[in-house]
């Protein structure tokens, strides 16, 4: 690889780890960043503070050598505990026991650890160093120091865009080739709440799960976090009839809307009316980018070439695998633009399925959740699953619990839906019984349908 020197602009959670995994190949590392450190200030400002860890990323942390340090921060959550609006909840597991979980994580604290996993390796790292655009032309960039307002050219040869869904890298590369970017607006915005741990320092609820509660259209979400706290999420359309953040406009509206459609969460949340003034409306939506490299003198990872919506909880475990998918194919290269150009084979069209499989979980936890109909396929699913545990896998199981290609997971969930509404349509119970199920029939549509999967 004839060059060394590499800037990684963005030293959030993807450009934090590539930058520890290429440092320690001997590469020149250099990773400017906009804001404070984390390790040194509270840069939270509202926004996503909270983050749900699956296995794909833990694989990358595996392959850093930190998955013990970061579990260490984290709290196991085994599935949804939905909240009905009579206060009435059930627990709905994510996997088949313990062995299949996800772990809730605060973004600065996991920001924290891998900056340090980064400067272990060698990486230096500059806070505060915003860049304002790059000339690859020229090789140069323009990095302003963002307490002085002081500019600076430096010399630019080969960046990496670690920067997020605003991302300068992208912006850069898309002057100089058509990157064929398109934004798609979910057309719901979010608002970061809390419930604070309770006066003895305890969970005031469930501490092992991810809380939701369901309205049809909108939801709220709580994720614990180590010291006792739930971040809360309040997702809400941004314009219409009530509610909708349009209609929810003030703390009295806040707090009207929790009593009359979240009541069990009121008591658990003494500063509901501070938080919602204080924190902002945050934007949801998935941008689509065609071409995520510039030759062998750009790449975008994570956020900054696939934005998606939250609503899978893999935004941050398909950068992490992005990561390690670039370190992997560093192995034997001959230059960048192999690898760059190799990197986007391989894993555009996976950003491209959990980018669409995002939005459709969202649809599924704010309306299907608590419906009968979902329920009992979900029956159906997990005894197909127990049945022919090599051919029928659920969705959920391979995209989380598994490494399975998310192009693949969504294809095959696809099929699996198939033969779930297929075998249902012949009882309209509300509830399953698998008794009813003509076993026979199913195995005959699971072996000709799915092939076993490794």
Same mark, same amino acid.
């Given at each position: ?68 340090? $970061? ?181 009295? +509206? ?34 689509? $980018? ?18 998606? $919506? ?59 959740? +608590?419906?009968? +109909? ?54 309209? +119970? ?25």
């Amino acid at each position: 690889m004839r060059e060394n020197s590499i800037h990684i602009i963005g030293g959030g959670l993807a450009g934090a780890l590539v930058a520890g995994f290429l440092a320690r190949r001997g590469f020149n590392i250099t990773v400017f960043e906009r804001r404070a450190d984390v390790r040194r200030a509270d840069v939270g400002g509202g926004r996503s503070i909270n983050l749900a860890l699956a296995e794909r990323g833990l694989n990358a942390l595996r392959r850093a050598g930190i998955e013990g340090e $970061v579990l260490a921060n984290a709290v196991m959550m085994r599935g949804r505990r939905v909240h009905a609006r009579d206060g009435s909840t059930r627990l709905l597991r994510y996997g088949r026991d313990d062995s299949e979980v996800i772990w809730s994580i605060n973004r600065s604290r996991l920001n924290a650890l891998l900056l340090d996993f980064a400067e272990s390796g060698g990486a230096k790292l500059l806070f505060g160093k915003g860049v304002q655009s790059i000339d690859f032309a020229r090789r140069i960039m323009r990095v302003v120091d963002e307490a002085s307002g002081v500019e600076t050219s430096l010399p630019c040869s080969l960046a990496l865009g670690c920067d997020g869904a605003g991302s300068t890298v992208r912006a850069a590369i898309g002057r100089e080739i058509d990157i064929e970017e398109r934004f798609e607006p979910l057309g719901h915005g979010y608002k970061e709440l809390e419930i604070p741990p309770a006066p003895d320092g305890g969970f005031r609820i469930e501490r092992n799960a991810l809380h939701i509660w369901p309205r049809g259209g909108y939801m709220a979400i709580a994720l614990p976090n180590t010291e006792g706290s739930f971040t809360v999420t309040l997702f809400l359309p941004n314009e219409g009839p009530y509610p909708s953040f349009a209609t929810v406009r003030t703390t009295d +509206d806040a707090l009207a809307l929790f009593e009359e459609e979240f009541a069990d969460a009121v008591p658990l949340m003494p500063d509901l009316e501070n938080d919602f003034a204080s924190n902002p409306v945050g934007m949801l939506g998935t941008t689509r $980018v065609a071409r995520w490299h510039l030759r062998g003198q750009a790449l975008m990872l994570g956020d900054a070439a696939h934005p998606i $919506v939250p609503f899978h909880g893999q935004g941050m475990n398909c950068a992490f695998e992005d990561c390690a998918e670039l370190d992997g194919l560093i192995d034997g290269a001959q230059d960048w633009a192999e690898v760059f150009a190799e990197f986007q084979r391989r894993r555009k069209p996976n950003a491209d399925a959990i980018a669409h499989m995002a939005v459709e979980n969202y649809l599924e936890m704010r309306d299907r959740v +608590d419906d009968a +109909d979902f329920l009992r396929q979900r029956a159906l699913e997990h005894a197909l699953a127990e049945r022919f545990p090599e051919r029928f896998i659920p969705r959920y199981a391979m995209v989380t619990f598994r490494r399975v290609p998310y192009a693949t997971a969504l294809a095959r969930g696809r099929v699996q839906s198939g033969i779930l509404q297929e075998l249902l349509a012949t009882h309209p +119970d509300s509830e399953f019984d698998p008794t009813r199920i003509d076993w026979a029939d199913a195995r005959a549509l699971v072996e000709a349908r799915l092939t076993p999967l490794d």
